[in-house]
Every structure is written in C-alpha cells, then in structure tokens.
T-cell receptor, first 115, second 112 residues
Framework: EAGVTQFPSHSVIEKGQTVTLRCDPI?????LYWYRRVMGKEIKFLLH????????ESGMPNNRFLAERTGGTYSTLKVQPAELEDSGVYFC?????????????FGPGTRLTVT | RKEVEQDPGPFNVPEGATVAFNCTYS??????FFWYRQDCRKEPKLLMS???SGNEDGRFTAQLNRASQYISLLIRDSKLSDSATYLC?????????????FGTGTRLQVFP
C-alpha cells in the first residue's frame, strides 16, 4: 500500500512568489493534517481536514496560506505571496480515525526555501 | 513556555548502552502520548504509543506519569541504527484524532 506522498520534494522560490504544495494521503484516510518545521524549531500543526471539511485551522500562520481538499482526497497548500519566514519543511500526515494503532502517517515532506 | 519540553541533547552513547529520554508536557488536557523517531531529513515515524501502565516493545520501554505530566523513553542495548532524533508528542484527542503537539526532539548518536 502506498504511503503519504508529497510533491514537490524541494522548492526554491523568491520572496513574493506563489508556491503550491500537494499531499496525497493514504487511500481511504479521512483525516489529513499539515504540519511545518522551521529551522531550529519543533514541528508545528497548521491544519486538519476531515474529508473535505476543515476541522481545525488554528495553526495557519496568516491569510497568505490557503489549504484545500476538494473531494476529500488530495490536498493542496498554497502560499501567496511567500515570505522569507515561510522557509521550512512542510509535512502532510493522514490517519483513519479510531483505527488501531491510531497513527498519523507522515509524508516525506516538502522542503521550501524562500530567498 | 513550550507545551512539550525535551532535552535536545545530543546524547552520545556507545553500542550496548542504556539511555533514557525525558519529556514534560504542560497541558493537562492531553489524552494520548507518543514517541516518534525522525531520521535526518526524513519524516517522523511512530515508534510507540505511551500508556499510563507503561509499555515495552523489545528494547524500548515507555512510561507516562499523568500526575507529574512526564513521559519517558528507555532504550536498552543501543544499536548503531538507533541513532536518530526522538520526538515526544502529545495529542489532546483520544485515539490520536486531534493535532499532534511536538517537542523539539532529543538527538541520539550511538557510536561503535
């Protein structure tokens, strides 16, 4: 079974540009999460989808970030316009609620560098 | 103050050693607890869940003290392959349904 996949693996953009990250969860997983790790800091939650609905977007830093999950399958995270402090690794995770071992499975991440 | 605090290390130990990591969390509403492992430039992977009664998985033992809001991980007979960053993680939801709150991680380096 395929794991969580993310695209691209790396992205280097200039300040002010737009970038769109994509996450494909494990097939059948209703829960999809976005997390981010900026250099030297802990991994932090951004938002949580249950199917196509945003369950919790309390971690989204500001309105330059827009996440979508149309049809409840893959998700995109758009940053527009990108700022230097947006650099970091963006992880996506998915899980199936109340299914042992209750694990959130992480994708390999997208490393975003804003110059 | 961070919600999950860990000693960042690094812990440098020889093969075969026993090493223990500790973690504290500040939100008493936390319901589920985990140790994740993260290799360099890779994604976090679940190592084990942590239960109040304590639990063991091979060379790994995890303990939770809810009264003290303290979580520990003990690794016995360390292997070179145990070298990684160990992330203490809490979740306010049952069954890992809510967002994960991560510590900064404790780096372990096992040497020959």
């Amino acid at each position: 079974e395929a794991g969580v996949t993310q695209f691209p693996s790396h992205s280097v953009i200039e300040k002010g540009q737009t970038v769109t990250l994509r996450c494909d969860p494990i097939s059948g997983h209703d829960n999809l999460y976005w997390y981010r790790r900026v250099m030297g800091k802990e991994i932090k939650f951004l938002l949580h989808f249950v199917k196509e609905s945003k369950q919790d977007e309390s971690g989204m830093p500001n309105n330059r970030f827009l996440a979508e999950r149309t049809g409840g399958t893959y998700s995109t995270l758009k940053v527009q316009p990108a700022e230097l402090e947006d650099s970091g690794v963006y992880f996506c995770a998915s899980s199936q609620e109340e299914t042992y071992p209750y694990e959130q499975y992480f994708g390999p991440g997208t490393r975003l560098t804003v110059t | 103050r961070k919600e999950v605090e860990q000693d960042p290390g690094p812990f440098n130990v020889p093969e075969g050693a026993t090493v223990a990591f500790n973690c504290t969390y500040s939100n008493s509403a936390s319901q589920s607890f985990f140790w994740y492992r993260q290799d360099c430039r890779k994604e976090p992977k679940l190592l084990m869940s942590v239960y109040s009664s304590g639990n063991e998985d091979g060379r790994f033992t995890a303990q939770l003290n809810r009264a003290s809001q303290y979580i520990s991980l003990l690794i016995r007979d360390s292997k070179l392959s145990d070298s990684a960053t160990y992330l203490c993680v809490v979740n306010r939801g049952f069954y890992n349904t809510d967002k994960l709150i991560f510590g900064t991680g404790t780096r372990l380096q096992v040497f020959p």
